[in-house]
Structures are given as structure tokens and as C-alpha cells.
Nanobody, 115 residues
Framework: QVQVVESGGGLVQAGGSLRLSCAAS????????MAWYRQAPGKQRELVAR???????NYPDSVKGRFTISGDDAKNTVYLQMNSLKLEDTAVYYC?????????WGRGTQVTVSS
């Protein structure tokens, strides 16, 4: 079973930056998908960044131009650089890791943006 651990969350003022990390371990058959999601209180979990195709990335409009996903395949680690943070970015951020046919989730890391 794949273990997923997120880190790097915290309290930051609006306009600031944070870098989240996600480390996956225990893969036996190869990880083929890593992505970041978030869930704010009272809202559904939403995708905020993922890899697509051959090295491409995809972001929703709400974070495009401010968030950047990157990764280290050799370490099964993915990062989320978050700049120009807004109050509405406050949420628990989760990393999703797919080792087909299963998807594994971490416990999340809290990001709180204050005014």
C-alpha cells in the first residue's frame, strides 16, 4: 500500500507564498498520477493542480498563474508552489497518488491565509 504524506502548510498573510510537499512511499508497481486537491470548510474537494500528458500541467482558473506543480519522479515527490495567496485559498490541501487501480490520499495539510 502506498503511503502519502503532505507537509508545508501553515498560516500566511494574503499575498504571501507557501510551498507544499507530498512524498509517496511503498509503491510496488509504479505511480502514474500525482495531483493536489483542496477542501475548504463546507465545500467539496476540488482539484488545484495536476500533471497531464507528457509533462504538461493543468490548473483551474482560480489558481492559474499563482500555483505551480512540480515533481521529482525519482523520489516520488510532488510540490505545490503557491504564490499571491488569497483568503479564499484557505483550505486543507491533499495530495492524491495513483498506483492503478487504486488512488491513495494523504491526511492533508492546513493552509490558512489571513488578511
Amino acid at each position: 500500500q502506498v503511503q502519502v504524506v503532505e507537509s508545508g502548510g501553515g498560516l500566511v498573510q494574503a499575498g504571501g507564498s507557501l510551498r507544499l510537499s507530498c512524498a509517496a512511499s511503498g509503491s510496488r508497481f509504479g505511480i502514474n498520477f500525482m495531483a493536489w486537491y483542496r477542501q475548504a470548510p463546507g465545500k467539496q474537494r476540488e482539484l488545484v493542480a495536476r500533471f497531464i500528458g507528457d509533462g504538461g500541467t493543468n490548473y483551474p482558473d482560480s489558481v492559474k498563474g499563482r500555483f505551480t506543480i512540480s515533481g521529482d519522479d525519482a523520489k516520488n515527490t510532488v510540490y505545490l508552489q503557491m504564490n499571491s495567496l488569497k483568503l479564499e485559498d484557505t483550505a486543507v490541501y491533499y495530495c492524491a497518488v495513483s498506483e492503478p487501480p487504486y488512488t491513495y490520499w494523504g491526511r492533508g495539510t492546513q493552509v490558512t491565509v489571513s488578511s
